[in-house]
């Protein structure tokens, strides 16, 4: 039987944690009684959620490699939890998509997580415990048009999250992803009007059109149905689940 996790004397950190997903995995795991340290690079919104969650903030644009390594530099704490979830998006055809946002985009999804789980990883192996969580997308086992760079990026943070669940697994560290289809966060709202300018129609018809048309449950997900997955992850009851992709997509993989 499925108990509540109990993380205390865990510490977890979460990219992008300010808002959306990430804000709710920080929430869920320091009610599960983590210490969460909320990266994010919004300093004033990481530092309210990092207030209420009791937790500590951290400023990092994860686009800068030299940031990120400054800032682990900067850790006076063992990080035995790591969610991946900080994200954006870009909607544009191939012919028109700028490079600097596809550089920006795969820095930020791909190359982050690497960086992070390369400095992090090995000290979860020698403590015997870890957990990786990539917040990936229906995104990572599926295609759309004009989301070069997004569906590039989740399709290679699958890959790298199983080379770390073979590498992490006999030394007590599991990595698993979540892929879940739309989202009701900032980010998806701002898709909806990506799309609705590249495809001239209105905004209720994305979500109805494209969103939800491949979906058998017809609405959004909550990002608080995101964060349980997650802490279910980081349970004792998940110890031996590693290497997979949660599907979270309201069967749109399913066809």
Avoid at 44 to 60: I, K, P, R
Avoid at 150 to 167: D, M, N
Wanted: proline share 4%.
């Amino acid at each position: 039987m499925y108990s509540q996790p109990d993380l205390t004397g865990r510490t977890a950190l979460v990219t992008g944690g300010a808002s959306g997903i990430g804000e709710a995995c920080a929430r869920r795991l320091a009610a599960a009684g983590a210490r969460v340290v909320v990266l994010d690079r919004s300093a004033d919104d990481a530092a309210a959620v990092a207030a209420d969650v009791g937790g500590h903030s951290l400023v990092v644009d994860l686009s800068d490699p030299d940031a990120i390594d400054t800032a682990l530099d900067g850790l006076d704490m063992p990080i035995d939890i790591l969610v991946n979830n900080a994200g954006l998006q870009h909607v544009a055809p191939i012919g028109e998509f700028p490079t600097e946002r596809w550089d920006t985009i795969i820095a930020v999804m791909l190359t982050a997580p690497f960086r992070l789980a390369r400095r992090l990883v090995p000290g979860m192996a020698d403590r015997g415990w870890g957990r990786i969580i990539n917040i990936s997308s229906a995104h990572g086992h599926r295609a759309s048009p004009f989301k070069s760079a997004y569906v590039s990026a989740k399709h290679g943070l699958e890959g790298l999250s199983k080379v770390i669940a073979l590498e992490g697994g006999a030394r007590g560290v599991t990595s698993n992803c979540i892929a879940p289809a739309y989202v009701r966060t900032a980010l998806v709202e701002a898709q909806i009007a990506d799309q609705a300018r590249v495809h001239g129609i209105s905004e209720d018809e994305v979500v109805e059109t494209i969103m939800l048309a491949g979906t058998a449950v017809k609405r959004l997900i909550e990002p608080a149905e995101v964060a349980d997955l997650a802490a279910f992850l980081c349970s004792d009851a998940a110890g031996t689940v590693t290497g997979s992709s949660w599907t979270m997509d309201a069967g749109w993989t399913a066809r």
